[in-house]
């Protein structure tokens, strides 16, 4: 989906797909595609009308597409993670993917799922790094004894332990309407938002606990810190997540 105009704003996309006679010619760019240097298929949304979106199954082979460098990211390194490139790439009738012009409707169908599980996985790291720092301050010690025992330990810990907890109740919640399907759009996006902004807000306050050796990568810590900051991002950003919120609320 994500092109280099077009991140959040999915109707800024303009790969194109035009139709001749028995086939679809491609014509346009990716950035931020996982999986994307070894996939021998890709599904691509492009442009098939003015207003009308369609998806598409790409042989990894078919000539004209290509497959950029590798992004530099700043965590989650051991992802693959890069650029797609079409140019004049000839995709059989048959490869298109669904309806033909409806291809942002489907999009947005599978949308929640994807947040969903955006949102376990800022749980689970937000669980991961309270773990390791109740562990770590039980064995830290300062001033004759463990830092678990300052208070200020104790609340700070209190705090993350408490709000996952919460989240974990409401994301539970949200599971049981996707699999009876039954989640909205709105209600996967406070998830999305609601969880990955506390994945954000518990590793911090986690790295914060372990001192300076927070701060070294041979700590997990550190790179879980690195690896959080972009899930605030992809799948949706915060602010679009909250806008999709707001809109539902002043909706008439």
Not at 105 to 126: C, N, T, V, W
Request: glycine share 8%; proline share 3%.
């Amino acid at each position: 989906m994500t092109e280099p105009g077009a991140g959040s704003d999915l109707r800024g996309i303009r790969t194109t797909a035009v139709r001749e006679a028995d086939h679809w010619v491609l014509n346009g760019s990716k950035t931020f595609i996982t999986g994307s240097a070894r996939a021998d298929v890709v599904v691509t949304v492009a442009r098939s009308a003015e207003r009308e979106f369609s998806l598409f199954l790409v042989d990894g082979k078919a000539p004209g597409f290509t497959r950029g460098r590798a992004l530099d990211k700043l965590g989650q390194r051991a992802e693959d993670v890069s650029e797609l490139f079409f140019e004049d790439v000839h995709v059989p009738a048959e490869n298109l993917l669904g309806t033909e012009g409806a291809g942002f409707g489907h999009l947005m169908e599978r949308l929640p799922k994807e947040r969903m599980s955006i949102a376990y996985y800022g749980l689970a790291a937000a669980e991961a790094a309270l773990d390791w720092t109740v562990a770590y301050t039980k064995e830290r010690r300062a001033f004759g004894k463990p830092i678990a025992q300052f208070q200020h330990t104790t609340f700070a810990l209190a705090e993350p332990a408490t709000e996952i907890d919460v989240t974990r109740a409401y994301l539970d919640r949200a599971v049981l309407a996707l699999n009876e399907g039954e989640l909205t759009a709105v209600d996967a996006a406070k998830a999305k938002w609601w969880a990955t902004e506390l994945q954000n807000r518990v590793v911090t306050r986690c790295l914060q606990l372990h001192g300076g050796y927070g701060y070294m990568r041979e700590y997990p810590i550190a790179r879980a810190f690195i690896d959080a900051r972009v899930t605030t991002i992809y799948g949706g950003t915060t602010e679009i997540m909250k806008s999709i919120v707001g809109r539902d609320l002043v909706r008439d």
